[in-house]
């Protein structure tokens, strides 16, 4: 679930504007941590439209697939409902934890067809998308207080290192 709504990104791809992201992944385990979370590739495709029905979205999706690969980077395809369009969009996100030890999610490349729209995706788009997996991580590490320190992955898996906050 946690990851869910990371990959509710491709409903938010619709909304027009500009950004370019950068980041980068961790390609290795942190020397240190006391939870290594697995999320699976079919866990995720299995419940990514559930997921999306209970966000805010501008375009129904009619369909949606994700490919997690390495380097902390997931493809994605979704098809939208723009009328009688059926539009595909496809693209890269990248997972990595931040300094103050969350997840952050971050828009690598969107395209339609051949043609890039990356630009056209505000800054914004995943602050509420991170916002709400860091609050459901927050949820589920409970009186723990764990905070995530490095994601890596490999061709059909995440992996989430946490550690105590205390």
Do not use: K, W
Not at 32 to 54: C, H, K, M, P, Q
Not at 64 to 91: K, M, N, T, Y
Not at 117 to 131: C, G, I, K, Q, R
């Amino acid at each position: 679930m946690l990851l869910t709504l990371c990959l509710t990104i491709g409903v938010l791809l619709f909304l027009p504007d500009d950004e370019s992201t950068t980041g980068g992944g961790a390609e290795s385990p942190p020397a240190t941590y006391d939870v290594e979370a697995i999320i699976e590739e079919d866990y995720v495709n299995r419940t990514f439209l559930e997921s999306t029905a209970g966000l805010p979205q501008p375009v129904p999706l009619r369909a949606g697939h994700l490919d997690i690969r390495p380097g902390a980077l997931a493809d994605f395809a979704v098809q939208a409902e723009i009328g009688p369009l059926r539009p595909v969009f496809q693209g890269t996100v990248r997972f990595r934890a931040t300094e103050a030890g969350e997840l952050r999610v971050t828009l690598e490349a969107v395209r339609v067809g051949s043609l890039p729209v990356t630009s056209f995706v505000p800054a914004h788009m995943l602050d509420d998308v991170n916002e709400d997996v860091n609050r459901q991580l927050r949820e589920r590490a409970g009186a723990a207080e764990m905070q995530l320190t490095g994601v890596t992955s490999d061709d059909t898996t995440l992996h989430f290192y946490l550690v105590s906050a205390r």
